[in-house]
């Protein structure tokens, strides 16, 4: 893929974002009356593998309307957003009022996130849905390094590459992994996982499968040092009706059937002293 058709890729993925925002927002996919409750949306592994943000700073990149970003705050971090999606920064700050949580909501592209952001942070936090929307991980993943300060460290919670491939409603493989490694335009994306097909005009988008070697290569042409990458049985959303959801909040293989991952996390370190 060329950068035209890249660029032209983030184009259409931003109007179909800007669109599909205040969908989320008015849903019930999302269930923010929930969170505003108190209810945090991260899931077991993420807090577990993340286990003390308090006082730290933390940046979420493609932050939606911030739910992850504001529960990260709920245990303590000093949080920012950043998506390219206005309509879903609005959302976020609104949300944070109504929460009565501080934080910082930046409306960019990630690749424009160090001048966006003019800041560094102790923790780069991104996933569940991030990464296929990016072009160029090399890229993504000096950004990453650049926005860390001494001793910060990334955390990476995103869907399993290997399950792309695979049939939204059966168990088959029914897609080519490298044609999604290279990028696929669809132009029948109408709706989303949150809302319904009859609802949005936009409907083009352009999206990039980057396999688990892509994420560790890009990472590891850093200064960054990755420290761990786990494999998990299960995923944040109801990516296939077949799965379960368990007690935890997280969807699973239903009982008796081959587990196959799901999703994975993956922590990696900038050299130097925190000071922590
Ligand atoms: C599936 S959502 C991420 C899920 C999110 N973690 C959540 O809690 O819902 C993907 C987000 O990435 C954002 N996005 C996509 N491409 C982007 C880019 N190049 N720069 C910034 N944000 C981007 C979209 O606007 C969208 O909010």
């Known amino acids: 893929m060329n950068d035209d058709d890249?660029?032209?890729?983030?184009?259409?993925?931003?109007r179909w974002w800007e669109e599909r925002a205040p969908l989320h927002v008015s849903g019930d996919f999302y269930d923010i009356d929930r969170f505003l409750d108190g209810t945090n949306t991260l899931l077991p592994w993420e807090t577990e593998e993340l286990p003390d943000v308090s006082g730290r700073s933390l940046v979420h990149l493609q932050c939606h309307f911030g739910?992850?970003?504001?529960?990260?705050?709920?245990?303590?971090a000093q949080v920012t957003g950043l998506d390219f999606s206005k309509n879903a920064t609005a959302?976020?700050?609104?949300?944070?009022?109504?929460a009565g949580i501080d934080a910082r909501f930046v409306a960019a592209d990630v690749y424009d996130a160090i001048s966006a952001l003019g800041a560094t942070?102790?923790?780069?936090?991104?996933?569940?849905?991030?990464?296929?929307w990016l072009p160029d991980l090399d890229?993504?993943?000096?950004?990453?390094?650049?926005?860390?300060?001494?001793?910060?460290?990334?955390?990476?919670?995103?869907?399993?590459?290997?399950?792309?491939?695979?049939?939204?409603?059966?168990?088959e493989v029914d897609t080519d992994f490298f044609d999604l490694a290279a990028g696929l335009r669809f132009d029948d994306a109408a709706g989303?996982?949150?809302?319904?097909?009859?609802?949005?005009?936009?409907?083009?988008?352009?999206?990039?499968t980057h396999g688990l070697g892509r994420v560790v290569t890009a990472l590891a042409s850093t200064e960054l040092r990755i420290e761990r990458l786990v494999e998990h049985d299960?995923?944040?959303?109801?990516?296939?009706p077949f799965l379960e959801r368990g007690a935890d909040g997280a969807y699973r293989m239903p009982a008796g059937k081959p587990r196959i991952p799901l999703s994975y996390s993956l922590k990696a370190r900038k050299p130097g002293d925190s000071g922590r």
């Open 67 to 76: 739910l992850d970003t504001l529960s990260w705050a709920r245990l303590g």
């Open 192 to 208: 989303s996982y949150a809302t319904a097909k009859t609802d949005t005009a936009n409907n083009s988008v352009m999206e990039w």
């Open 139 to 171: 890229r993504w993943a000096s950004i990453v390094s650049e926005l860390l300060n001494p001793g910060g460290e990334l955390y990476l919670a995103e869907f399993h590459p290997g399950i792309d491939v695979m049939s939204l409603t059966e168990l």
């Open 91 to 98: 959302a976020a700050c609104d949300i944070a009022d109504r």
């Open 234 to 240: 299960a995923i944040a959303y109801p990516r296939f």
């Open 121 to 132: 942070y102790d923790i780069v936090y991104t996933g569940h849905g991030a990464l296929n």
């Open 6 to 14: 890249a660029g032209e890729g983030l184009a259409l993925n931003r």
